[in-house]
């Protein structure tokens, strides 16, 4: 069984910083891209972060300067810092990681369950 585990969310003032970590478990062949989208309530999931295997990074031009993701290969791991956190800022975040498992080795997106994060003015 593969599984992604978010933490790293809560409550944070506006101006302040999170860091959002995901870990990736379970019977894992390869990760090839990782990444963390977000929710806001009444709003469509988008794209935040992305981050190949090979450390090319991309961003929703929303957070661009303001959030940087990165990850650990060794660990499975994959974060998100947050940094300059406004008001709407404030979602769930969800980390995604494109993965092949030993099971049946076929490559496919997996998702964490989410994270919160609130932001207040």
């Known amino acids: 069984q593969v599984q992604l585990v978010e933490s790293g969310g809560g409550l944070v003032q506006a101006g302040g910083s999170l860091r959002l970590s995901c870990a990736a478990s379970g019977s894992i062949l390869s990760i090839s891209a990782m990444g963390w989208s977000r929710q806001a309530p009444g709003k469509q999931r988008e794209l935040v972060a992305r981050?190949?295997?090979?450390?090319?990074?991309s961003y929703a031009d929303s957070v661009k300067g303001r959030f940087t993701i990165s990850r650990d290969n060794a660990k499975n791991t994959v974060y998100l810092q947050m940094n300059s956190l406004k008001p709407e800022d404030t979602a769930v975040y969800y980390c995604?990681?494109?993965?092949?498992?030993?099971?049946?080795?076929?490559?496919?997106?997996?998702w964490g369950q989410g994270t919160q994060v609130t932001v207040s003015s």
């Open positions: 995604n990681a494109d993965l092949t498992p030993f099971s049946d080795r076929l490559p496919r997106s997996y």
């Open positions: 981050i190949t295997k090979g450390d090319s990074t």
